[in-house]
């Protein structure tokens, strides 16, 4: 899993800092940081609740990469 610029991207579009996305889906800010940098897998479930907050889709966030095969 490599780093996730995409949740960066989004978070910053927003104006949100990590620690205003952990705790829109409550988590800590050091979750975030991993998630973004690729350390952590999250679930599903935040993944989910990562996007609402977001506006965006699992493709656009999460999946897109996987798809056409580019890691």
């Not at 579009?13 to 973004?36: F, H, P, S």
């Not at 599903?44 to 609402?52: E, G, R, S």
Request: a positive charge; one cysteine or more; hydrophobic letters at 40%.
């Amino acid at each position: 899993m490599g780093k996730n610029l995409r949740i960066k991207g989004a978070r910053a579009a927003k104006d949100m800092t990590q620690k205003d996305l952990a705790d829109a889906v409550g988590v800590a800010r050091q979750t975030i940081n991993a998630i973004e940098k690729g350390d952590y897998n999250p679930s599903i479930n935040l993944c989910i609740a990562i996007c609402k907050v977001l506006g965006k889709t699992l493709d656009q966030l999460f999946w897109e990469d996987d798809e056409h095969g580019n890691k």
